[in-house]
C-alpha cells in the first residue's frame, strides 16, 4: 500500500502538465475576491475604522466591477467552458489525476476480492461492539463471528485511511497519495480557491456575492479595550 501511494504520486507528478502563467487581469481578478473573503474571515484583527476603510472601497470596487479582467462583458452570460482551450486542458490536467488515483485501487480491490474473499487475516486485541462489524468484517458474512476478527477487505480499507500520516511523512503535506484530501476538496469544491474560480465562472456576481457578505458581517475588534483587561488582571 505504502509503495502503491508512493507510485501513484510521482505518476501524477509526471503526468501534470507545466502551469501556464495567467494574465494580469485575470490574476488581479481572482486575487481581489480573496482579498474581500480575507478581510471578512480575519476582520477581527483589524480595529473598527480599518475595517469600515477596507470594507467601504471593497464594496464600491466590487459593485462597479473595478477588478474585471472583461468590464464590457459584464452582464453577459458566461462563456462555455467547452470552448475555452485552457479550460479544457484544465479539465484533461483533471481527469490524469482522478485517473492516476482510480486505476491502482481499482487493481488491488479487484485482487483482493479475488483472492482473499471472506478471509480474515487477524484479530484485534480489545474488545469491540457489535456496531463495529460492518467495517471490519466485509466480504465475511457470518452472524456468529468475533467482532474483533479482520477481514482482507475491511483491513484493505482501514490501510487506505490510515495511512495518510505515512504518507505526509514521506512526501509531505501536499502529496497525490493523499486519498482523502483528494476526496474532501472533491465533496466540496467551492472551499478552494481552485474550485471557485473553475472554467466558466461568473466573477460579477461572485464579486456581488461577496458584497453581500461583507455587508452583514459584524465586526468585532479582539483587541478593544486590551489595555484595561490586561490592567485588571494584575
Same mark, same amino acid.
Given at each position: 500500500?505504502?509503495?502503491?501511494?508512493?507510485?501513484?504520486?510521482?505518476?501524477?507528478?509526471?503526468?501534470?502538465?507545466?502551469?501556464?502563467?495567467?494574465?494580469?487581469?485575470?490574476?488581479?481578478?481572482?486575487?481581489?475576491?480573496?482579498?474581500?473573503?480575507? #478581510? @471578512?474571515?480575519?476582520?477581527?484583527?483589524? !480595529?473598527?475604522? +480599518?475595517?469600515?476603510?477596507?470594507?467601504?472601497?471593497? $464594496? &464600491?470596487?466590487?459593485?462597479?466591477?473595478?477588478?474585471?479582467?472583461?468590464?464590457?462583458?459584464?452582464?453577459?452570460?458566461?462563456?462555455?467552458?467547452?470552448?475555452?482551450?485552457?479550460?479544457?486542458?484544465?479539465?484533461?490536467?483533471?481527469?490524469?489525476?482522478?485517473?492516476?488515483?482510480?486505476?491502482?485501487?481499482?487493481?488491488?480491490?479487484?485482487?483482493?476480492?479475488?483472492?482473499?474473499?471472506?478471509?480474515?487475516?487477524?484479530?484485534?486485541?480489545?474488545?469491540?461492539? #457489535? @456496531?463495529?462489524?460492518?467495517?471490519?468484517? !466485509?466480504?465475511? +458474512?457470518?452472524?456468529?463471528?468475533?467482532?474483533?476478527? $479482520? &477481514?482482507?477487505?475491511?483491513?484493505?480499507?482501514?490501510?487506505?485511511?490510515?495511512?495518510?500520516?505515512?504518507?505526509?511523512?514521506?512526501?509531505?503535506?501536499?502529496?497525490?497519495?493523499?486519498?482523502?484530501?483528494?476526496?474532501?476538496?472533491?465533496?466540496?469544491?467551492?472551499?478552494?480557491?481552485?474550485?471557485?474560480?473553475?472554467?466558466?465562472?461568473?466573477?460579477?456576481?461572485?464579486?456581488?456575492?461577496?458584497?453581500?457578505?461583507?455587508?452583514?458581517?459584524?465586526?468585532?475588534?479582539?483587541?478593544?479595550?486590551?489595555?484595561?483587561?490586561?490592567? +485588571?488582571?494584575?
Amino acid at each position: 500500500m505504502i509503495l502503491t501511494g508512493i507510485l501513484r504520486h510521482y505518476a501524477t507528478v509526471l503526468l501534470a502538465g507545466t502551469p501556464k502563467k495567467q494574465a494580469l487581469p485575470a490574476l488581479r481578478e481572482q486575487r481581489s475576491l480573496l482579498r474581500g473573503i480575507s #478581510l @471578512r474571515t480575519n476582520c477581527s484583527a483589524i !480595529s473598527s475604522s +480599518a475595517f469600515a476603510s477596507r470594507k467601504a472601497y471593497l $464594496v &464600491s470596487a466590487y459593485k462597479e466591477g473595478a477588478f474585471l479582467k472583461d468590464p464590457e462583458n459584464r452582464g453577459k452570460a458566461a462563456p462555455n467552458p467547452m470552448t475555452d482551450p485552457a479550460a479544457m486542458e484544465g479539465m484533461m490536467g483533471m481527469m490524469k489525476g482522478n485517473m492516476a488515483m482510480m486505476i491502482p485501487q481499482t487493481l488491488i480491490m479487484s485482487w483482493i476480492n479475488a483472492f482473499f474473499a471472506g478471509f480474515v487475516i487477524m484479530k484485534l486485541p480489545f474488545p469491540l461492539t #457489535l @456496531r463495529f462489524k460492518s467495517m471490519l468484517q !466485509s466480504g465475511v +458474512a457470518t452472524r456468529d463471528l468475533d467482532v474483533r476478527w $479482520v &477481514s482482507s477487505l475491511s483491513w484493505y480499507f482501514l490501510n487506505l485511511f490510515g495511512l495518510q500520516s505515512v504518507f505526509i511523512f514521506l512526501l509531505g503535506n501536499e502529496n497525490a497519495a493523499s486519498q482523502m484530501a483528494q476526496q474532501m476538496s472533491q465533496m466540496n469544491p467551492s472551499a478552494t480557491a481552485q474550485g471557485m474560480f473553475a472554467p466558466g465562472y461568473d466573477a460579477d456576481k461572485l464579486f456581488l456575492a461577496e458584497v453581500e457578505n461583507l455587508e452583514v458581517v459584524e465586526h468585532e475588534y479582539i483587541l478593544e479595550g486590551v489595555e484595561e483587561r490586561l490592567l +485588571a488582571t494584575i
